[in-house]
């Protein structure tokens, strides 16, 4: 049996395991199988694979996103730079296992974000400070876009505002409108980030880290101003693959 699966805490109806689960059902891969591991502490991390000796792979989500890294014997290069991980691969070697860490949610989010994008995209507000905006900040650094954070934390770092300070010309200046919060997420569906939604413009380019439901508020407000918008599930998608991808190269 081929093993692979996610560690967080806590899973619930995890997408990973869903996604992973319909892929091997449809490709006949009857022997593979995507499991929840639900540690409720980090320094459960390592026995997983006193159970589970020849795991393939796995994936990594809050609230360990960092705290696993002083497990890893290795970490990619690009991800040393987001500071989190959220995908291990366990590779053989002559003196045992070694664990390898990546971030596929930076390469998830490129392919979703860059199709949206114009010339007239070059800054960006994203709301929210989060252990997701972490691959964000990467990825709109690696393209050339200027950007700043909305936080609701006491103590502010660089380039971060509070959400008071979102005013007209901060949202006509910035077209990319990013959020790296949870709010609008099923079931509290009527909740957004609290900006000045009537100065979007069609120029304007909305997305959303939130996958359920579909359209979530901050979309709608989007969409009625004619904006162009995208949720969180192309990204999830385009991680997960990438995920599959590692473990199997």
Request: proline fraction near 4%.
């Amino acid at each position: 049996m081929h093993i692979y699966g996610l560690i967080g805490y806590p899973l619930g109806h995890s997408f990973s395991k869903k996604f992973f689960t319909e892929k091997f059902e449809k490709e006949g891969l009857n022997d593979y199988q995507y499991l929840n591991f639900e540690l409720e502490s980090i320094t459960q991390f390592l026995s997983i694979f006193n159970q589970y000796p020849n795991i393939k792979g796995l994936n990594c989500t809050i609230p360990y996103k960092q705290a696993i890294m002083e497990y890893l014997d290795e970490i990619d290069e690009e991800t040393k730079l987001v500071g989190a991980v959220n995908t291990i691969k366990p590779i053989k070697t002559a003196e045992g296992i070694k664990l390898k860490g990546y971030n596929t949610d930076i390469i998830g989010f490129e392919r979703a974000l860059k199709p949206m994008l114009k010339e007239n995209h070059k800054k960006a507000l994203i709301l929210g400070t989060g252990g997701a905006s972490k691959a964000i900040k990467h990825i709109l650094t690696k393209l050339g876009i200027d950007f700043i954070s909305a936080s609701i934390e006491n103590e502010l770092f660089d380039k971060e505002i509070r959400y008071s300070e979102i005013d007209k010309a901060m949202i006509e200046e910035r077209l990319i409108l990013i959020n790296a919060t949870p709010l609008g997420t099923f079931p509290k569906v009527e909740t957004c980030p609290d900006i000045p939604y009537a100065y979007l413009t069609k120029e304007h380019v909305l997305f959303d880290l939130v996958y359920n439901p579909e359209i979530t508020t901050f979309m709608k407000k989007g969409i009625e101003k004619g904006a162009t918008v995208k949720n969180g599930l192309e990204m999830l998608h385009g991680q997960a693959l990438a995920s599959w991808e590692i473990w199997n190269s």
